[in-house]
């Protein structure tokens, strides 16, 4: 068992295998039930099991999910996303978030001939040597990018780095907000983004914003559109499918040429069923009650965390986007409270995690969020009773 889903990294309790979910909620092996405020680290947008996603996509896999080339539902998707997102004129699939930041790089690396790509402190875009920190075992030095690390919203940080990189400058990247693990979720600030799509622009690097995480759960049309800043590249995954593998790069015109130059392919990377599925989540996300009732929901249980808290005499800062929320404790440095609480919510069952961010679905419902909010207040209570 490896990576984020393994439950040793969880507190004891946590169940490893997981039997069925439905809307908001998971049953593991064991039959335990709860409600899932993790979402399957994110891609599970409108609830398990969604009726409209896996009807498309089980009609598209009893024709032939992989089949010598994709189904015309790929020009449907590619339709409805440079329809959806605002800067998109174009769109190439694959399976993972690491597959289409990859992408990215590729593409920003072939437009410009260039090598040096800046990403920030702390941040997270897959697996690939490109983004690894430093002495990651089974990661050459020379796969790492050498020029320094900037630091998210520090405009100061990020103009070191790019005078680092110099003329070997190909793209920065970036995160739509800042959600680090272990850290409260930090947004970005808008001059933050306006100089990175200044240096961008003044140095002919490409601007890639890592949509992996939020995608689809702050604006259809782009995470930083309501800032007026769009970038050039945009890396989707999570979301797109509700669950079913699917990732997007989508692109300016500017970098299509780029695009068809890469290296890109995989055998299951044009199966008909994810697309299908993603047609019908983007179908459901595009109406923009979707998100006016999630974010009510999260709004709801966010508020309801803070009193719960301060009830409690404890402090903490909840924070993020109401579709994507995280919480963590005053002064809990190590998250040992984290790991009290969280395991506490388990016990009670609500699924959530001690550092990582939760996301919620269009099937956590009023009547969810305070079945969750009852859970957390009494798990509120073990934490005072033990610190
Ligand atoms: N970028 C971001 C911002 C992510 O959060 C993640 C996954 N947590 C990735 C990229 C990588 O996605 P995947 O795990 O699907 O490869």
């Known amino acids: 068992m490896f990576g984020h889903k393994n439950v040793a990294r969880l507190p004891r309790g946590y169940p490893q295998f997981f039997d069925r979910g439905q809307g908001a909620v998971i049953w593991d092996v064991d039959g335990r039930e709860y409600v899932d405020m993790l979402c ?37 998707l590619a339709e409805l996303l440079t329809d959806t997102v605002a800067h ?33 402190h702390g941040a997270y875009h897959g697996i690939a040597p490109w983004s690894a920190v430093p002495g990651t075992p089974g ?79 702050t604006d259809p049309r782009g995470s930083w559109e309501p800032l007026g800043i769009r970038p050039d590249l945009s890396a989707w995954s999570k979301a797109l499918g509700n669950g079913h593998p699917i990732a997007a790069l989508l692109g300016i015109r500017a970098l299509e040429h780029a695009a068809t130059t890469v290296s890109a392919t995989g055998s299951f990377w044009l199966n008909s069923a994810p697309m299908a599925a993603a047609v019908a989540t983007l179908t459901r996300a595009r109406q923009a009650d979707l998100l006016t009732s999630m974010t009510a929901a999260g709004s709801a249980f966010q508020q309801g965390l803070r009193d719960q808290a301060s009830a409690h005499g404890l402090v903490v800062s909840v924070s993020g986007p109401a579709t994507m929320p995280f919480m963590t404790f005053d002064g809990d440095d190590d998250f040992d409270v984290a790991r009290v609480w969280a395991a506490a919510c388990a016990e009670r069952g609500v699924y959530l995690h001690p550092t990582h961010n939760w996301f919620l679905s269009a099937a956590h419902s009023p009547a969810i969020i305070s079945r969750v909010l009852d859970a957390t207040d009494l798990a509120f209570g073990r934490v005072a009773a033990w610190s």
């Open 88 to 120: 998109a004129d174009w769109a190439i699939f694959s399976k993972n978030g690491t597959d289409a930041t990859g992408l990215a790089v590729a593409v920003a690396r072939a437009e410009t001939g260039r090598g040096q790509i800046l990403m920030a």
């Open 139 to 217: 990661v050459l030095d020379q796969e790492v990018s050498s020029t320094p690390r900037y630091d998210y919203n520090d405009i100061e940080s990020l103009e070191r780095a790019v005078d680092r990189a110099g003329t070997d400058l190909a793209a920065i990247v970036v995160t739509p907000i800042r959600h680090e693990v272990r850290r409260d979720l930090e947004d970005v600030k808008p001059e933050f983004a306006t100089r990175s799509r200044e240096l961008c622009d003044r140095l002919g690097a490409v601007l890639i914003l890592d949509e992996v995480r939020c995608g689809l759960r």
């Open 40 to 76: 399957s680290w994110g891609p599970i947008l409108l609830g398990h099991v969604d009726p409209e996603v896996e009807a498309a996509a089980s009609t598209a896999a009893a024709r032939g999910d992989c089949l010598n080339g994709p189904s015309p539902v790929l020009v449907e």
